[in-house]
């Protein structure tokens, strides 16, 4: 997959465009290079929706409830890597990453996978395509919030910038983070869990798995 390189700002936007206009053309090959699927699919389809700002651990936390719920992961700064040598973040760009977000979710659904799909989530629209996904196939979304302290935040987001931690595909620095905070969070009308990323979180994890088995 050739990824976009930001020598001509007009290519850059034509490419962008590109990716968010035939987001089916790029899943299967997205799903093979990046995607955590299990061999087999596991118990009843379900669809978890992890949302927060950079920094928080999202990443962290919805690998920890692909491994509880046996879930393929679909996160949005993998596949952001994938498409993107220099992330931006800007809209039209992210309409690209949750479209292709959207056409693995939706492919992975219909083969009976559980899936937590992995991503800030935290304006509607940008979630929008994904849940009309998984309506269309009568699966079940749960919504998981995921907070931090700001303090826990900033920290995260320094490190990364001096030494990436494995398996962390975020371009997200603390500009970006002010950014997204600035914003107003969307709340899901059929509201959400929330998870403390602290010391406690093992329980957290136990209380959104439970949740995520009973609604399945």
Request: proline share 6%.
């Amino acid at each position: 997959m050739t990824k976009i390189r930001r020598s001509s700002s007009a290519a850059t936007a034509a490419q962008t465009h590109a990716y968010a206009a035939r987001p089916e053309i790029l899943a299967p090959q997205l799903r093979a290079e990046i995607a955590t699927v299990p061999a087999t699919p596991h118990g009843r389809p379900v669809l978890v929706v992890v949302m927060g700002l950079p920094g928080v651990g999202k990443s962290h936390c919805a690998r920890l409830l692909c491994a509880r719920l046996g879930a393929a992961h679909v996160a949005s700064d993998e596949l952001r890597s994938r498409l993107f040598i220099a992330p931006s973040y800007a809209d039209e760009e992210n309409r690209a990453v949750f479209a292709a977000a959207t056409a693995l979710v939706d492919d992975l659904l219909g083969e009976g996978h559980r899936v937590v799909v992995d991503a800030t989530n935290l304006i509607a629209r940008n979630r929008a395509a994904t849940i009309e996904a998984a309506r269309r196939r009568g699966v079940p979304v749960t919504y998981v919030r995921i907070t931090a302290s700001d303090e826990d935040t900033r920290a995260r987001l320094a490190s990364r910038r001096n030494r990436r931690a494995a398996g962390d595909h975020s371009e997200a620095d603390e500009l970006i983070y002010e950014r997204m905070r600035a914003q107003p969070f969307e709340p899901p009308t059929e509201g959400f869990l929330e998870v403390v990323n602290g010391p406690a979180l093992s329980g957290e994890i136990d209380r959104i798995v439970a949740a995520v088995e009973a609604a399945s």
